[in-house]
T-cell receptor, first 114, second 117 residues
Framework: DAGVTQSPTHLIKTRGQQVTLRCSPISGHKSVSWYQQVLGQGPQFIFQYYEKEERGRGNFPDRFSARQFPNYSSELNVNALLLGDSALYLC?????????????FGQGTRLTVV | AQKITQTQPGMFVQEKEAVTLDCTYDTSDPSYGLFWYKQPSSGEMIFLIYQGSYDQQNATEGRYSLNFQKARKSANLVISASQLGDSAMYFCAMRESLIQGAQKLVFGQGTRLTINP
């Protein structure tokens, strides 16, 4: 079975642009969470979606938005990019809304804002 | 708010030796879960081991074991017989409950482990 897949793996954008990151969860998993990992730090929670509804949001500005589709895949959108948005964006999938021992991460999308 | 502290920015260990990575946590929630993840340079977060707050025994997964001391609020990862491939960043994380039944993971700053041949 395929694990959590994210696309693209690397991305370079200019300040002020918009970006969309994609995530496909493990088959059968209905919950997707997004994390931002700035260089040298641990991941920070951005969003959790379960059954196509937002279930949790971290301390991020409204420039960050996400959605989940009927097939449980998810997109993370970031508008008006800032240099500080440069980071590794990780997607995690789990069976349900609870992130117990079933939380598995993708390989991440490395976003560079110039 | 919950908090995870990893006090070792870097660890250097000889191959085949055992290594302990420290993790302390702070929470007022009586029910919680603790995780360890490995992150190689490729970026993927690889799940290693999980310990629930009500689990009676310390979790073990192959060469990984979790030294869970609830009274001290510590959840140290022990890697036995270290291998060169164990060189990576290691993150301790705690499950935090949100409203609407959702949960998130709160991560520590990480420890960079280097295994020397």
């Amino acid at each position: 079975d395929a694990g959590v897949t994210q696309s693209p793996t690397h991305l370079i954008k200019t300040r002020g642009q918009q970006v969309t990151l994609r995530c496909s969860p493990i088959s059968g998993h209905k919950s997707v969470s997004w994390y931002q990992q700035v260089l040298g730090q641990g991941p920070q929670f951005i969003f959790q979606y379960y059954e196509k509804e937002e279930r949790g949001r971290g301390n991020f500005p409204d420039r960050f938005s996400a959605r989940q589709f009927p097939n449980y895949s998810s997109e993370l959108n970031v508008n008006a990019l800032l240099l500080g948005d440069s980071a590794l964006y990780l997607c995690a999938s789990s069976l349900a809304g609870r992130q117990g021992s079933e939380a598995f991460f993708g390989q991440g999308t490395r976003l560079t804002v110039v | 708010a919950q908090k995870i502290t990893q006090t070792q920015p870097g660890m250097f260990v000889q191959e085949k030796e055992a290594v302990t990575l420290d993790c302390t946590y702070d929470t007022s929630d009586p029910s919680y879960g603790l995780f360890w993840y490995k992150q190689p340079s490729s970026g993927e977060m690889i799940f290693l081991i999980y310990q629930g707050s009500y689990d009676q025994q310390n979790a073990t997964e192959g060469r990984y074991s979790l030294n869970f001391q609830k009274a001290r609020k510590s959840a140290n990862l022990v890697i036995s017989a270290s291998q060169l491939g164990d060189s990576a960043m290691y993150f301790c994380a705690m499950r935090e409950s949100l409203i609407q039944g959702a949960q998130k993971l709160v991560f520590g700053q990480g420890t960079r482990l280097t295994i020397n041949p």
